[in-house]
């Protein structure tokens, strides 16, 4: 596609339920990362992926975040057993590793809100 | 440990120029990146600087120090759709994590 989509726009679920929120980044871009901003916040580093493997899962929280991209694509972010505390928006990126900038081009978010 | 710095708010005057500080204290360096991101939306990409000194593109230039931790972003001859919040990233390993300041936030005055 022409940008980096995300679905859905917005989730409002309750404590203790389980969502998964979807990136589809830039067609040829081998690497993707999730984020996560809270209100008044830079984006912080969740997990990053270079083709369909985890480099570098170091950001996620704790074990209820996970995170696949099984064909090198598309990637799901998946949060169990939701907490107020996970409200915000998570933000995808992708970028093509090897240009000299290696600029990340981010998708419009996901709107969490756990209630 | 990751540490970046920069203002919380900022406020200027439509037509004059403003100098956006960033500080950073990272484990590793391979670049540090300016975004712009306008409220409710998504941070889109400004500027890159791997190398001391300064990179101009169009108004907006950004300098770095790779010895002092430093950066700034500088916009020239504001206009009202400049204000938004600006973001200083440093990417501490090649492709790998980038780490992003608090943002400042920018205002524009006519």
């Known amino acids: 596609g022409a940008g980096v989509s995300q679905t859905p726009s917005n989730k409002v679920t309750e404590k203790g339920k389980y969502v998964e929120l979807r990136c589809d980044p830039i067609s040829g871009h081998t690497a993707l990362y999730w984020y996560r901003q809270s209100l008044g916040q830079g984006p912080e580093f969740l997990i990053y992926f270079q083709g369909t493997g985890a480099a570098d899962d170091s950001g996620l929280p704790n074990d209820r975040f996970f995170a696949v991209r099984p064909e090198g694509s598309v990637s799901t972010l998946k949060i169990q057993r939701t907490e107020r505390g996970d409200s915000a928006v998570y933000l995808c990126?992708?970028?093509?590793?090897?240009?000299?900038?290696?600029?990340?081009?981010f998708g419009p978010g996901t709107r969490l809100t756990v209630l | 440990g990751q540490n970046i710095d920069q203002p919380t708010e900022m406020t200027a005057t439509e037509g004059a120029i403003v100098q956006i500080n960033c500080t950073y204290q990272?484990?590793?360096?391979?670049?540090l990146f300016w975004y712009q991101q306008h409220a409710g939306e998504a941070p889109t990409f400004l500027s890159y600087?791997?190398?001391?000194g300064l990179e101009e593109k169009g108004r907006f230039s950004s300098f770095l120090s790779r010895s002092k931790g430093y950066s700034y972003l500088l916009l020239k001859e504001l206009q009202m759709k400049d204000s938004a919040s600006y973001l200083c990233a440093v990417r501490d390993n090649y492709g790998q994590n980038f780490v992003f300041g608090p943002g400042t936030r920018l205002s524009v005055l006519p």
């Open positions: 990272t484990s590793g360096f391979n670049g």
């Open positions: 990126a992708s970028s093509t590793i090897g240009q000299s900038t290696d600029t990340q081009y």
């Open positions: 600087n791997v190398l001391d």
